[in-house]
């Protein structure tokens, strides 16, 4: 994972600070977070508070693992592992492991001391090695007098582990929990699945905004420290943001739940908000404060908050990122490339060409892969029917559309971050330069490599 966390004492010098920060983002391509010495920093504090309560409330209500992380994941922005998949995914045996370590530093009236339950049917499971991936399975295994590699879950007995319990895993569907857009909407779903969702996450949430200053100096912190360590696609406040926070503080209330000092002090406003094109959180000091970004550092999802597009269509955006340059930005399944985004690339430089306010171009998006290269889907349809020469004319094309970049008349500069597959990574070597992050995998065929005359650009 992309997590740093960095503890910074009173006393610490702030050139350290910054040293140690900048290493850590530029080489070794880190996110950056700040935070207090306290046991399990931000991360793990609150994630294993969450996978406490989602282990609990599954047996209270008698939610199996399939439903329990098929509402748990993708419907409330969390990776689809959800709760039993990702402690699978950990180990089931560090999981006493990082109980105990907090219990025995966590201070005595911390809430995590009354939701921790000393589970029997973890310590047998542990014993009969079903310690997860790493072991002969955990909550999911294949099913061992299978040849056809049958996915097996576990019907949960709090009090005791027996292999008896494993059977044919059945997917969850049909729920309108399963299928609602929005947090809210999932979570105020009158089902069982909406039930379990809202019961796990209104405890997480909850303690999420009791530590704010105990564990980090800002909701910021928090926030990128979850979304950085356990890959949430938003932090415990933009969740309540997006529930309303006065909205959530009244739910806790009725369930006769603490309402947390912070949650009181923003009231009926939100824990971030848009000025003037930037974006701010709300602080302990019940002022907002610009999100301050590392030197150096320019994101596009800033630039999104004041401006529109220059140009877009299905498969691309273009922006203005200031000082005369502009960014192609991929928008596709995977960030592909397919028919619209050779005819966005042609757009842009025919732009570029035709407008004196431009004068360079930046290849860049900012999900979690830059490029997973052609559309295979398409190209897979259009050779099951025979459409010979509209494979030729795609391939053509985007060898011509690279080499085009290639020999611009002004620099393209790719800035890519993950997987560069196939075209993503011919693109890179079709730029002038190539800013990559630390965690970058380049991939390419030899065929397609041979496409371009080794020089500088090609080393890059």
């Not at 603490?258 to 824990?271: A, E, M, Q, R, Y």
């Not at 590392?294 to 401006?307: R, T, W, Y």
């Not at 800013?435 to 995998?441: F, S």
């Amino acid at each position: 994972m992309r997590l740093l966390e960095l503890v910074v004492g009173k006393k610490t010098r702030p050139d350290a600070v910054q040293a140690v920060r900048e290493f850590c983002d530029i080489n070794l391509g880190k996110g950056v977070v700040k935070c207090h010495d306290t046991p399990g920093f931000i991360a793990n504090r609150l994630g294993v508070y969450w996978l406490t309560a989602g282990v609990n409330e599954a047996i209270k209500q008698g939610v199996s693992v399939e439903l329990a992380d098929a509402v748990m994941s993708r419907p409330v922005g969390i990776p689809k592992t959800g709760v039993f998949g990702l402690i699978d995914l950990v180990g089931i045996d560090l999981m006493p492991k990082l109980a105990d370590s907090l219990l025995s530093t966590l201070p005595k009236n911390d809430p995590y001391r009354k939701l921790f339950v000393d589970h029997p049917f973890i310590h047998g499971m542990i014993k009969d090695g079903y310690t997860g991936r790493k072991g002969k399975g955990g909550f999911y295994r294949l099913n061992p007098d299978s040849k056809a590699k049958e996915k097996q879950s576990l019907t949960i007995n709090a009090k005791k582990f027996d292999e008896s319990q494993y059977a044919k895993s059945e997917k969850a569907s049909g729920l309108e929990s399963l299928s609602a857009r929005g947090l809210k909407n999932v979570l105020t779903a009158d089902d069982e699945g909406g039930r379990y969702a809202w019961e796990v996450l209104n405890q997480t949430l909850q303690y999420a905004a009791s530590l704010v200053d105990e564990i980090a100096e800002t909701v910021y912190d928090i926030d990128e420290g979850m979304k950085l360590g356990y890959n949430w696609k938003s932090g415990p406040f933009e969740m309540i943001d997006a529930l309303g926070p006065e909205w959530f503080a009244g739910e806790l209330k009725k369930a006769g739940m603490d309402v947390p000092k912070i949650l009181k002090d923003v009231g009926s406003g939100t824990f971030y908000k848009i000025e003037n094109g930037a974006l701010q959180y709300f602080g302990t000091d019940k002022k907002y404060h610009k999100v301050a970004r590392p030197d150096g550092v320019l994101l596009l999802s800033d630039i999104k908050l004041a401006s529109k597009p220059v140009l877009k269509n299905g498969s691309a955006s273009v922006w203005d990122i200031g000082d005369g340059v502009l960014c192609f930005e991929h928008t596709s399944k995977m960030n592909t490339f397919d028919d619209g985004t050779f005819e966005m690339l042609g757009k842009v430089k025919a732009f570029i060409e035709g407008n004196d306010q431009y004068n360079a171009l930046v290849v860049y998006n900012e999900a979690s892969n830059f490029s997973a290269g052609a559309n295979l889907g398409l190209a897979i349809f259009m050779i099951n029917i025979a459409m010979w020469p509209q494979v030729e004319q795609f391939i053509a094309g985007g060898q011509k559309m690279f080499m085009d970049l290639k020999y611009a008349p002004f620099p393209v500069v790719s800035a890519p971050s993950g997987l560069a597959l196939g075209g993503g990574c011919e693109i890179l070597l079709a730029s002038d330069a190539v800013q990559a992050h630390a965690e970058t995998i380049p991939a390419s065929s030899k065929s397609a490599l041979a496409s371009y005359p080794v020089g500088a650009a090609a080393r890059k």
